[in-house]
């Protein structure tokens, strides 16, 4: 049997797939804004890039937030 995916589960996932979409039309909107106006592409890269790293770091956290909801779920249900 499969077990139903919780609320936690599903809010997890879908804040992580929000998080990538954010990433993605960041990098989108550089690469436009880049292409109108070049002297200011390396501030906006590097702004891009900070972007992206605290995403990566918020997106490491949130996994391993939903790795310990869904093990203290296992337990809850053990008991």
Do not use: C
Not at 3 to 24: A, D, E, H, Y
Not at 56 to 72: C, K, T, W
């Amino acid at each position: 049997m499969n077990k139903p995916i919780s609320n936690t589960t599903t809010r997890n996932r879908l804040t992580g797939w929000l998080s990538q979409l954010m990433v993605f039309a960041a990098v989108v909107a550089v690469s436009i804004v880049s292409d109108w106006v070049p002297h200011r592409a390396i501030a906006a890269q590097a702004n891009v890039q900070a972007f992206v790293d605290q995403q990566r770091m918020v997106l490491a956290r949130d996994a391993r937030i939903a790795a310990v909801s869904d093990r203290l779920e296992e337990i809850a249900e053990q008991l």
